[in-house]
Nanobody, 125 residues
Framework: QVQLVESGGGLVQPGGSLRLSCKPS????????MAWWRQAPGKEREAVAT????????YYADSLKGRFTVSRDNTQDTVYLQMNSMTPEDTALYFC??????????????????WGQGTQVTVAS
C-alpha cells in the first residue's frame, strides 16, 4: 500500500502563490504517474495536473496551464504543485493521487489507486 502525505495548503490572497507538497510512503516502485486533483463545494472532482513518474512529463488542465506547475524532486519521492496568480475560483480541497496502471487517460480518476487526505486551499482577500 502507498500512503500520501500532503502539506502546504492554507489561505492566500488573490494573485498570490502557494506550493503544495505530497510525499509518498510504502511501496512506490510501481508508480506510473502522480497527479493533483481538486474539488470545490458543490462541484465534481477535477484534474489539476499530472506527471509521469519515469519521464517527468507533465500535463495540465487547459484552464490552469501557465499558472500551475507540477514537478518532482531529484529522488522522485515527492511531488509538488506550484500555484501562481491564484483566484477565488481556485478555492477547493486539493488531493494528491497515485496510479500504477499504464492504460487509460491520466485525467480519469478511476485509474488512480491511492489518494491523500486532501488539503484545503482558500483564495480570498
Amino acid at each position: 500500500q502507498v500512503q500520501l502525505v500532503e502539506s502546504g495548503g492554507g489561505l492566500v490572497q488573490p494573485g498570490g502563490s502557494l506550493r503544495l507538497s505530497c510525499k509518498p510512503s510504502g511501496r512506490t516502485s510501481t508508480t506510473y504517474a502522480m497527479a493533483w486533483w481538486r474539488q470545490a463545494p458543490g462541484k465534481e472532482r477535477e484534474a489539476v495536473a499530472t506527471i509521469r513518474w519515469s519521464t517527468g512529463s507533465a500535463y495540465y488542465a487547459d484552464s490552469l496551464k501557465g499558472r500551475f506547475t507540477v514537478s518532482r524532486d531529484n529522488t522522485q519521492d515527492t511531488v509538488y504543485l506550484q500555484m501562481n496568480s491564484m483566484t477565488p475560483e481556485d478555492t477547493a480541497l486539493y488531493f494528491c493521487a497515485r496510479r500504477s496502471q499504464y492504460s487509460g487517460s491520466l485525467f480519469d480518476s478511476r485509474t488512480y489507486d491511492s489518494w491523500g487526505q486532501g488539503t484545503q486551499v482558500t483564495v480570498a482577500s
